[in-house]
């Protein structure tokens, strides 16, 4: 069994590197589709990514329910590191998970499930953040709608294949619906609920 003292450490400097990754999150946010790098590393437990543990080290805290997939919730070890290093309550009820960590896209759960906000508050809906194979190679995706000049275009190698066409149902929901950020190693991509994306093939 894994102590305290043997997780993977969090920052080396919590102030600087929480302010960069933060950053670097809000630019991917304001500007859908575009590429972000999160340059602080962060110990990061089995599964998780470095650019994910950044995120998780920046934006959770004992106020933000947290929803794990099934991988991630067997984990104990993640679940300790989760816990000591942000404060986050693991919660089993994706309807009112603040955010929810998908270590792999093949065990996305339909997106109904998790929180959409409501008129009034929109913003009490789930971010959902999910680890990718790649965000600079695999099929071609264009990318409209609000903080994208025109078309943006992202190459991206992501499970589940039908991501995009499943987001299709915040066209409906809004000013309700998900928010997901896509991570791949250190680089980090947004896909706001109000970003349109149609997959043009290889």
Same mark, same amino acid.
């Given at each position: 069994?894994?102590t305290?003292?043997?997780?993977?450490?969090?920052? +080396?400097?919590?102030?600087?590197?929480?302010?960069?990754t933060f950053?670097?999150?809000?630019? +991917?946010?304001?500007r859908p589709g575009?590429?972000?790098?999160?340059?602080p590393?962060?110990?990061?437990?089995?599964m998780?990514?470095?650019g994910?543990? /950044?995120?998780?080290?920046t934006?959770?805290?004992?106020?933000?329910p947290?929803?794990?997939? /099934?991988?991630m919730?067997e984990s104990?070890?993640?679940v300790?590191?989760?816990?000591?290093?942000?404060? /986050?309550p693991?919660?089993?009820?994706?309807?009112? /998970?603040?955010?929810?960590?998908?270590?792999d896209?093949a065990?996305?759960?339909p997106?109904?499930?998790f929180a959409?906000g409501t008129?009034e508050?929109?913003?009490?809906?789930t971010?959902?953040?999910?680890?990718?194979e790649?965000l600079?190679?695999?099929?071609?995706?264009?990318?409209r709608?609000?903080g994208?000049d025109?078309?943006?275009?992202l190459q991206?190698?992501?499970?589940p294949s039908?991501?995009f066409e499943r987001?299709?149902?915040?066209e409906t929901?809004?000013p309700?619906?998900?928010?997901v950020v896509?991570?791949?190693g250190d680089?980090?991509?947004?896909?706001?609920?109000?970003?349109?994306?149609?997959n043009?093939?290889s």
């Amino acid at each position: 069994m894994t102590t305290i003292a043997e997780l993977p450490p969090g920052f +080396a400097d919590k102030v600087l590197s929480a302010q960069s990754t933060f950053r670097s999150v809000m630019s +991917a946010m304001a500007r859908p589709g575009s590429v972000q790098r999160i340059v602080p590393m962060a110990g990061a437990p089995g599964m998780m990514m470095r650019g994910t543990a /950044a995120i998780a080290l920046t934006l959770f805290d004992h106020d933000t329910p947290l929803w794990l997939d /099934a991988r991630m919730t067997e984990s104990s070890d993640m679940v300790k590191w989760l816990k000591f290093h942000t404060g /986050a309550p693991v919660i089993q009820d994706s309807t009112i /998970a603040s955010f929810a960590l998908v270590s792999d896209g093949a065990l996305l759960p339909p997106l109904e499930r998790f929180a959409l906000g409501t008129s009034e508050y929109p913003d009490r809906s789930t971010t959902v953040i999910i680890q990718v194979e790649s965000l600079d190679a695999g099929p071609s995706y264009e990318l409209r709608g609000p903080g994208i000049d025109g078309v943006a275009t992202l190459q991206a190698s992501i499970k589940p294949s039908e991501l995009f066409e499943r987001l299709r149902f915040n066209e409906t929901l809004f000013p309700r619906g998900v928010d997901v950020v896509l991570v791949a190693g250190d680089a980090v991509v947004a896909i706001s609920r109000t970003t349109r994306v149609v997959n043009k093939g290889s």
